[in-house]
């Protein structure tokens, strides 16, 4: 039997209200609705419950005046009359518990996984301030991911920040489950923010397992969900994932995707009257993927950190949208996964020469920064002469620099291809090995097998 804590007893006891205002609907327009009753005591941010004759709707208040109240339901308010009850619940705040691993919950803390779950002892605001910017502390040590191209081209340390930039079908949320299951971390994080119902549950069965599952929470927000709902799992998770850090834990944060949160911040925007700008975008989008982003990251002396991996969905590869174009330049690094290398079956399909970690050459020995530079430049000088091999017109022997990026090329490009249960020492190891480079690596392979 499942032992029961106190103060999470006390605090959902605590939760309890045992009055609350009740006011009326006034008015419907546009998917938003007007509450009359409750404006004395309503504030933004606050949960309405609506009560129809069809039963219960709830929304969040968004807009006030000193007559009323605009609410913007989370659901289809088909049904709702003029007249009809509204109970102010207040702010319904999320106090993550360490009995939350291994769990899958909604962005109000509830559970999905069909067994209870108890609230912690300490409410958490959804909407915290990072960090003060002079007590943090810097970038980490590299850690490790089990994928060759992220131990050695793209490493990625602790508190970083990337971006994995990709269409939809190019193996995204592939790559995201590999680094759930392999990335150095003491508590893995994922924000399913929109995602299919039936991919949230592959991802959680099929693509985590029972062994990520043990050491992950898992908060989801499907596709069919609110705005509300969706733009509030992303802040759910990073509350949750501040939790962990504050109690000295390295934690990974996996948000999929912060396109889908700035989909959801934009509807909302909109329906409080603020114009759109970027695109569509209201102004208020960049402020809102910044002050989210801001708050990964290192942590101050005595907690941990927040290694957070975000993806972004670039519809046509188009890295200037404003979405991935935020996004970047908040970012520490970032990965652009490239269709026509997912489609001649390279995966993952790094586009290494339009991607880039922040954390070089810092997270590197001078030998390695050696070889990752080589790397590029061989990979950049077929690139760049890539038609014109292909068409036949190359002669051998006309470019020296050429004839070894061509030579080379094959091997290069496989061993962007995943590598399981591989360490940093070993690929590199490997990658010298590949580029004749020994001289810069000289451990045997017995030493690197060790």
């Not at 003060?132 to 793209?154: K, S, V």
Request: net charge negative; glycine share 10%.
């Amino acid at each position: 039997m499942e032992r029961i804590d106190l103060n999470c007893l006390k605090a959902e006891i605590g939760a309890l209200t045992p009055a609350r205002r009740i006011g009326y609907v006034s008015g419907v327009y546009g998917g938003v609705v007007e509450i009359e009753g409750l404006s004395d005591i309503g504030r933004l941010g606050d949960q309405v419950s609506l009560k129809t004759a069809d039963g219960a709707i709830s929304g969040e208040v968004l807009r006030m005046t000193a007559s009323h109240l605009s609410i913007l339901p989370d659901h289809d308010p088909v049904g709702l009359s003029i007249g009809d009850q509204a109970i102010l619940d207040g702010q319904v705040a999320l106090a993550p518990h360490d009995g939350w691993i291994g769990r899958v919950i909604d962005p109000f803390g509830k559970p999905l996984d069909g067994r209870p779950l108890m609230r912690g002892p300490a409410a958490r605001t959804l909407r915290a301030a990072p960090p003060e910017p002079t007590r943090r502390r810097p970038l980490g040590d590299r850690l490790e991911t089990g994928l060759a191209a992220f131990n050695t081209m793209l490493p990625i340390v602790a508190g970083q920040r990337i971006g994995l930039f990709a269409g939809s079908g190019v193996g995204k949320s592939t790559l995201l489950s590999q680094l759930a299951r392999g990335l150095q971390a003491d508590v893995v994080v994922i924000a399913l923010i929109g995602e299919r119902g039936r991919e949230v549950g592959e991802f959680i069965h099929k693509v985590l397992g029972p062994e990520g599952m043990k050491r992950s929470v898992v908060i989801a927000a499907t596709s069919d969900r609110s705005p509300l709902v969706r733009r509030r799992c992303a802040w759910a998770a990073m509350s949750v994932a501040e939790h962990f850090r504050d109690q000295g834990n390295n934690v990974l944060l996996l948000a999929d995707s912060i396109t889908r949160f700035a989909e959801a911040h934009r509807e909302i925007a909109l329906a409080c009257g603020e114009n759109a700008s970027l695109r569509g975008y209201p102004a208020s989008t960049s402020q809102a993927i910044m002050s989210l982003c801001e708050r990964a990251g290192p942590g101050e002396e005595g907690q941990g950190d927040i290694t957070a991996v975000l993806s972004v969905l670039v519809a046509g590869s188009d890295m200037d949208e404003p979405i991935a174009d935020i996004t970047r330049g908040v970012l520490d690094g970032h990965i652009v996964l490239d269709r026509e290398i997912a489609e001649r079956g390279r995966f993952p399909a790094i586009d290494l020469l339009r991607s880039v970690s922040r954390s070089l050459p810092h997270a590197a020995t001078p030998e390695e920064n050696q070889i990752i530079e080589e790397f590029r430049k061989l990979l950049g000088t077929y690139q760049r002469s890539e038609m014109m091999i292909k068409a036949g017109l190359y002669a051998a022997g006309s470019d020296p620099e050429l004839d070894r990026a061509i030579r080379l090329w094959p091997q290069l490009d496989a061993f962007l291809a995943e590598h399981e249960d591989t360490d940093t020492r070993a690929s590199f190891y490997r990658l010298a090995q590949i580029m004749g480079r020994m001289a810069l690596f000289p451990q045997s392979d017995d030493e690197v097998d060790a």
